[in-house]
């Protein structure tokens, strides 16, 4: 069996420790290749650069591991490490381990998935990893565990090729874990407020903050599982056609 | 009848010619307000400005209508109109109209997309429009006839509340337009290469181009209708749950 390629990334950053934790998961199946942004880039969602030229630099910081750093988004690590680092598909391409969440409506914003959803697009299994906690000293043992086990099985084929995860972690040591839970996007979302205030020349500016609100109830969400103990594995797709709405707009529309 | 509120932007920037357009086609119908992006924001998907506070300044250049330009994504310029402009929720959200295609995959890219399913998320029925030329000089006046019919519908309460429409339109005079057609996202992509070159300095450094194909053959499809004389219609959703795949995970997975 010839060696498998796994391409890593992120968007907090190739110097965050969750990205350190997931080469680490991973390294032990094949060939590990990292190309990361090399600034954070939380919330950039599926943006792409197009205003301005891209920088790719070879860097050391993973013991041993090819890595690079890119100067744009997450998209356009995964675009550039296809077409010019492996010039060619990895196996199996990783992202994150995002510190902070990414379920739910996250995922709509969340580089760390944009970039996992990027490899799905080019064909590419892919999964996105999260840890509900922020602190950049996480214990990521456990995400660690998972992220090895959920690996394993994408690269023995376990899953349909081009198949795109979105895993988030409770805040819990391993043996708290009630174990891994394949479940929906759950229907919450961000209650935004602005933070408005004054610079030192009297203008004014604003800074984006909000509550996170799950209205949602069902018990076969991502939020539920999280709530309840268990690591989240939403499938994710980037067919966003509605088709429900479809039906009933060509009566609406003609 | 109470006057109804219609939340203008794009990603364009607010000196687009696009916008200026969709202003025209639906200011006869209400209250118009204008918050768009001070700068070209194309490909910038559901990127949040997290990192940089975000400002905002009230600028004249719709003759009469109120307007703001924002430093922001697209998106941050919604969540800035429904809190700090409008204080509240407008009747319609509508985005664009875009210097180019946001058909097919190009959904997931585009801020002029992303500005309106954020609109959705917060419940406000909102469309984004886009037009497959991208010339500066481009002729919007068959884009403003079918914009202006379908801010109306909207406006009527024709569609369920918080729908999200992706509108495309072809390249042909009023007269040559068949109609419009509501469809699904068509299965093509962009097979990406990048222009690699050398700066002055001897240093590399990468353009992001690449080729559009469309090898999805079904006639139910947004590119079949653009292809084919059409105003392509695609309801847009944002549970990105890929429930197929749900399904079969559950098996794989536990």
């Given at each position: 069996m010839s060696e498998k390629t796994i391409l890593v990334t992120n968007d907090d950053s190739?110097?965050?420790?969750?990205?350190?934790?997931?080469?680490?998961?991973?390294?032990?199946?094949?060939?590990?290749?990292?190309?990361?942004?090399?600034?954070?880039?939380?919330?950039?969602?599926?943006?792409?650069t197009l205003e301005e030229p891209l920088r790719l630099r070879?860097?050391?910081?993973?013991d041993g591991i090819e890595a690079y750093q890119c100067s744009g988004t997450p998209v356009d690590c995964v675009k550039l490490a296809v077409d010019q680092v492996l010039k060619g598909k990895p196996d199996l391409c990783v992202s994150g381990i995002n510190h902070g969440s990414n379920s739910s409506i996250n995922v709509i914003y969340s580089g760390t998935m944009s970039a996992a959803m990027e490899?799905?697009?080019?064909g590419i299994t892919a999964i996105g990893f999260s840890y509900l906690d922020y602190?950049?000293?996480?214990?990521?043992?456990?995400?660690?565990?998972?992220a090895s086990i959920l690996a394993q099985k994408a690269l023995n084929g376990d899953f349909e090729q081009g198949t795109?995860?979105?895993?988030?972690?409770?805040?819990l040591p391993l043996d708290s874990i009630k174990g891994m839970k394949v479940c929906k996007q759950?229907?919450?979302k961000w209650i935004e407020e602005f933070d408005s205030r004054t610079d030192p020349r009297g203008r004014q500016y604003y800074w984006l903050t909000g509550e996170f609100v799950n209205g949602d109830t069902d018990e076969d969400t991502d939020e539920w599982a999280l709530a309840n103990g268990y690591v989240s594995?939403?499938?994710?797709?980037?067919?966003?056609?509605d088709y429900v709405r479809l039906s009933q707009l060509k009566n609406t529309i003609s």
């Open positions: 190739i110097v965050s420790p969750g990205i350190k934790a997931l080469v680490e998961a991973v390294r032990p199946f094949g060939r590990v290749v990292v190309v990361a942004p090399d600034s954070p880039q939380s919330g950039k969602g599926h943006a792409i070879k860097v050391d910081v993973f490899a799905s697009i080019e602190s950049f000293q996480a214990d990521f043992s456990a995400c660690k565990h998972y795109l995860l979105n895993v988030n972690f409770p805040i759950a229907k919450a594995i939403v499938p994710v797709k980037y067919d966003l056609t």
